[in-house]
């Protein structure tokens, strides 16, 4: 009897201790990688550059973090993890990754390439920024810290305050592969460049992608701040500086006016003949307050409601140029193909959609109402 | 064989015997003083004094350390000397007065503090009762201290506790039923409970194993615990023990039943279910939220103290992906240069803990703090520099600890940190997975426990949205309309619109 129930221990304690592998992965082994960034090298191949965070001495008894950059040459991202694991002492763990950079001519490639390696695996970091670069994103990682912060947390928060103020779409890693993979929907990720004068990186509107390739054409953050609101997109602190007619009489150096935008509703209105798309009409209306006018009083309603129709003018004019900005590229930002296919699904055609989107007529219409003017008039 | 028809276990000789058979006393003095001389094997402490009243000789007889001098000399020997009569029933002022010819019963009243007084020429032996009942003064407990509310304490004497109890539930349903246990002791146990209310089939239950139990001695309520509980095995405790006679009360006008022992400030209450560990009387004394908010507390103190450490460990060493950014690098910066693997890190933290608890309970004050600073804050410290622990272990197994403490029931409070340990191995092995394991077995451990055939983790197996109310939140007490129903007591409604001085008001 007894041995029997010794045999049933054995047995149990077999079953749970020596089956399955042991998969371990201990913190204090791995090593951090914080940022990651893919360039085009010659001969179809790919420069993949890591950020691995240092942690030589603990914070609590007076270490500093530092980075370590390190870059390899390969043919695909895997291969040159592969390379990266030879050059990194401990085990490379990149599910904390923060921060994506994509060379301008790597992006215009196809990103699948160097995105696959991240999709198929389940700890990959989903919510990393991924953000295009003017030049190489090599050369921004170089640039190792600005001021006190390092370059990564540096570029990641650029591109988060960017997006605090409706200059650009929250673009993560995840969403970038549900768009890549949307025939209805392109997307548009963060450029960032290097700002000589300040010897900086620095947020410089969106580079416009289509499907899985960067179009070549950027917005520059006024431009990309009005796409938005067109998306419906406004967070809750956008504002807008706009350039009036100079006024000979004033003494300012010019003439702007710039509102904070509180509420903004889009209608997009389809105008559909023969099953076939013709026109669509883009309606933004904005409510606003007005931050800056340091040119006159605002005692009176009608004062404002000039201000109002001039800015609603001027607007609608630079949004119809972001539009055919958007169509040259082909780079269906507002999604119209998607709501075709939701709403109108007779005049949808997926293979035609490619070249029809070009041709369409995209028109906006933009109407700015303003409701204050701040504790002064 | 079955236990229950085995049939009694005959009397050892150092037992106590059996008064099943009498035994006729004698007609001379003399021969009985011999005999409850040989009775008490010739001990010192037994105690004769001879009397002589109307020219009979008599004899009192007592066990000295337990009988009152006071008594003795004022309802026994005073009165019997004054009058000189030998009309003994009318003229002791005794509480008790027995009259038996059996010398069996003389012995065993003997033991209880009696005195036997023993008349030449007749028979008839007189038990008089002389106990001395001291006790020590009534404290609060040290172990369930409240801020607001009685701080009243039972004490060793059995008595006294079932007085404070009687002061408290002034009600001729009160019943209470003595037993006794133990062959080489006798102790006596109490069971009180409300006729008409409780569960008869409970109280013939509980009867029925405390009958059973059959031991040389019972020292502690821990005892009957261990005879009388349905799982032995399992790492709850499965009857709420208290030295609060307002805990008690309250768990007996619930419909329950208490169990008292001579010797122990110690009662248990049944049947319980896992929520009333985590419930202090203290929460119906403060406003009804602020018991709410405590009772959450201790709740997230349950789950804090169960699973703190193992979800640390099975974070830093398998899924370290689930930490924020920020946060990964104070972590891994707090680890780099510990030379452990987070489950020993973990060990040392936890049975370092386990030794100044455990080192620092049985002290006196004074010295106590000095382990508790030596202890927590030297080799806290120390361990750190030396690189032994990581910063983070620290955090987390002192908040278990503290998790731990935060729970009214000490032995609740030591069950779940004993169950912490095979869930650290578990999640150092297997992580989440392990863990998850481990948090579903101990789960379905809970939902399958019974206790007098009452479940144990009601209201939450079975689920009951009603009850929760005075389980995980207390609401106010008007909103209480209704018994737990788990209880099974007779009347389910105990308040009946206690605040219908509103409506009248309003009208």
Known sequence: ?377 | MRRGTRKPYRNKPYQIPTSAESYQSFFTVEENKQYLSDAFYQTDDLKFREVVLKDVKCIICYLDPLTSEDKLQKTIIKPLLERNELNIEKIVTSKEIRISTNLHEAVSGLTKGFAVFLVDGTQHLYILEAFAGESRAVTEPVNEQVVRGSHEGFVENIMQNLQMLRRRIENPNLVVKFFKAGKATDTKIAIAYIQNLVNPDLVAEVERRINAIEADSIQTPGYVEEFIEDEPFSPFPQMLSTERPDRLTAHITEGRIGVFMEGSPSTLIMPVTFFAFYQSPEDYNSRWYIGTVLRLIRITSFIFALALPSVYIATVSFHSEILPAELILNIKSSLENVPFPPLIEALIMQITLELLREAAIRLPNPIAQTIGIVGGLVIGTAIVEANLVSNMMIIIVALTAISSFAVPSYEMSMSIRLLGFPLMLLSATFGFIGLVFGLSMILIHLCGLETFGTPYFSPLAPFRFSELKDSIIRVPRWLLGKRPIDVHAQEQRQEWFSRRWKRNEDE
């Not at chain 1, 990149?94 to 921060?99: D, G, I, P």
């Not at chain 1, 939701?342 to 933009?366: C, G, T």
């Open chain 1, 1 to 377: 009897m007894n041995l029997k129930i010794a045999h049933y221990i054995l047995v149990i304690c077999c079953t749970l201790t020596l089956t399955s592998c042991w998969d371990q992965e201990l913190l204090k082994n791995s090593k951090i990688v914080y940022g990651a960034g893919f360039d085009y090298e010659s001969n179809n191949m790919i420069r993949t550059t890591f950020v691995v965070r240092n942690l030589g001495v603990p914070v609590s008894q007076g270490g500093v973090y530092s980075n370590r950059v390190v870059s390899v040459v390969g043919p695909s991202s895997r291969e040159t993890r592969l390379q990266m694991d030879r050059l990194i002492s401990k085990q490379l763990s990149a599910s904390k990754n923060q921060l994506l950079l994509l060379g301008e001519e790597v992006a215009k490639q196809n990103i699948d390439h160097m995105l696959d390696i991240l999709f198929r695996d389940p700890k990959s970091p989903l919510d990393a920024r991924i953000a295009v670069v003017e030049g190489r994103a090599l050369d921004i990682f170089n640039l190792d810290h600005i001021g006190d912060t390092l370059i990564v947390e540096f570029t990641t928060d650029l591109i988060k305050g960017a997006e605090n103020k409706t200059e650009a779409t929250k673009m993560t890693v995840e969403k970038a592969f549900r768009y890549s993979l949307d025939e209805g929907q392109d997307y548009a990720l963060p450029y960032i460049s290097y700002n000589e004068e300040a010897s900086s990186p620095e947020f410089n509107g969106l580079a416009l992608f289509h499907e899985t390739t960067y179009t070549g054409t950027t917005l520059p953050p006024s431009d990309a701040k009005l796409l938005l609101l067109m998306n419906n997109e406004s967070s809750n602190k956008t504002s807008i500086v706009e350039f009036l007619d100079n006024d000979p009489n004033n003494e300012f150096l010019t003439n702007t006016v710039t509102i904070n935008v509180r509420n903004d509703s889009v209608e997009k209105d389809y105008s559909i003949k023969n099953n076939l798309l013709e026109k669509v009409t883009i309606n933004l209306e904005l409510r606003g307050n007005i931050e800056e006018y340091p040119q006159n009083n605002l005692k009176e309603k009608s004062q404002l409601t000039d201000i109002a129709d001039d800015l609603s003018k001027r607007l609608t004019v630079r949004a119809n140029e972001i539009l055919n900005k958007l169509q040259e590229a082909n780079c269906d930002f507002l999604g119209i193909g998607r709501d075709l296919n939701a709403y109108h699904h007779k005049a949808w055609n997926a293979k035609r959609w490619e070249k029809e989107y070009k041709e369409i007529k995209l028109e906006a219409k933009v109407k700015v109402d303003i409701d204050e003017t701040g504790i002064i008039k």
